[in-house]
């Protein structure tokens, strides 16, 4: 297991969670599909860019970022998505592309869609490119705080 500042954030919390490796992936897809996760369940991390500010919006694997909704809900003029070349040294304890949806650990905000929000559980990246984590979403809500898109 990677230690990144997560774990050591879910265990100061006292957050049950399950760590799920599985065979190196690089999209979401691929990892959803590596560690035998239906792609609606998994829930990606991508970066945007709201306004020349980054931040975070958490979609499954299945879907394409809501660039609009993210728009609408924070009324902004200009949202785009953000190379991950230009926002990799905010997450310096991550694998470039594997940063878990904890936005309030790198300072930034998240944002998080409707259909994750109603789910029981989420799993995402860990960190790594071969180990996600599946916890509770009443305890990602609790944590991070995100606002649902």
């Given at each position: ?146 606002t649902v898109i």
């Amino acid at each position: 297991m990677a230690y990144t500042r997560l774990h050591q954030f879910l265990e100061q919390q006292h957050v049950s969670f399950e760590t799920i490796p599985h065979r190196i992936a690089y999209s979401a897809q691929q990892t959803a599909a590596a560690a035998h996760v239906p792609g609606h369940e998994f829930a990606k991390a991508v970066i945007v860019d709201i306004d020349g500010r980054l931040a975070m919006v958490v979609q499954t694997a299945s879907r394409m970022v809501p660039l609009g909704r993210v728009r609408s809900a924070t009324g902004a003029r200009d949202v785009h998505l953000v190379n991950e070349r230009e926002f990799e040294e905010r997450f310096p304890d991550c694998e470039l592309g594997a940063m878990p949806p904890f936005g309030n650990l790198y300072g930034m905000d998240t944002y998080v869609t409707e259909a994750l929000a109603r789910d029981d559980g989420i799993v995402f990246n860990a960190g790594s490119h071969s180990e996600l984590i599946r916890l509770r979403y009443e305890d990602f809500d609790r944590l991070v705080r995100p606002t649902v898109i």
